[in-house]
């Protein structure tokens, strides 16, 4: 149980093409959804954790019109990258937890998606 | 806010030993979540075990253990009988346990070899 999916895994795009990652909870309604960022070898940088059917609470210094995200329903979030450039580059990882107390579940990790804009 | 800091960058250990991570996290929280993840060359992040904060004994799996010490707030994973299947980055990571403040606070990683 508690699957993650992420769709693509790669993505090269051209710069200034908007680009759009999926992020799937395959048995589990995900109340929360989180996004993360990262460089390599680096550690794990969070974006962003979207609510489902509200707005994303963006960390500070992510550009919240740059970065889309969407969760309109317990099982999907998606991030899209809007103009992307390429330092817009890296890989890009979502989280899902279940339940809505401060005790819910752990957080999942989906296989994350590797973005490279030329 | 939480902080979370592993101070070994790189370790290595034989096949077969066993090995400890270090972490230690500061936060003015009493109650709170820990966690070790694994992140192997897929970079697919993969959860090793947890820890309640209000639990004083330490979680166990398997051949992973940790010693939780909540006054001196450290958090150390210790992989018994390492396998070669253990090579992988290991991220310690605080959470809240406050509705609304579940994000995970991670350290910088421990890049472990298993040397065969």
């Not at chain 1, 489902?52 to 019109?65: F, I, L, N, P, R």
Request: glycine fraction near 6%.
């Amino acid at each position: 149980g508690a699957v993650v999916s992420q769709h693509p895994s790669w993505v090269i795009c051209k710069s200034g093409t908007s680009v759009k990652i999926e992020c799937r909870s395959l048995d589990f309604q995900a109340t929360t959804m989180f996004w993360y960022r990262q460089f390599p070898k680096q550690s794990l940088m969070l974006m962003a954790t979207s609510n489902e059917g509200s707005k994303a609470t963006y960390e500070q210094g992510v550009e919240k019109d740059k970065f889309l995200i969407n969760h309109a329903s317990l099982t999907l979030s998606t991030l899209t990258v809007t103009s992307a450039h390429p330092e817009d580059s890296s890989f890009y990882i979502c989280s899902a937890r279940g339940g809505t107390s401060g005790r819910a579940e752990t957080q999942y990790f989906g296989p994350g998606t590797r973005l490279l804009v030329l | 806010a939480q902080t979370v800091t592993q101070s070994q960058p790189e370790m290595s250990v034989q096949e077969a030993e066993t090995v400890t991570l270090s972490c230690t996290y500061d936060t003015s929280e009493s109650d709170y979540y820990l966690f070790w993840y694994k992140q192997p060359p897929s970079r697919q992040m993969i959860l090793v075990i947890r820890q309640e904060a209000y639990k004083q004994q330490n979680a166990t799996e398997n051949r992973f253990s940790v010693n939780f010490q909540k006054a001196a707030k450290s958090f150390s994973l210790k992989i018994s009988d390492s396998q070669l299947g253990d090579a992988a980055m290991y991220f310690c990571a605080y959470r809240s346990v406050n509705f609304g403040n579940e994000k995970l606070t991670f350290g910088t990683g421990t890049r472990l070899t298993i040397i065969p």
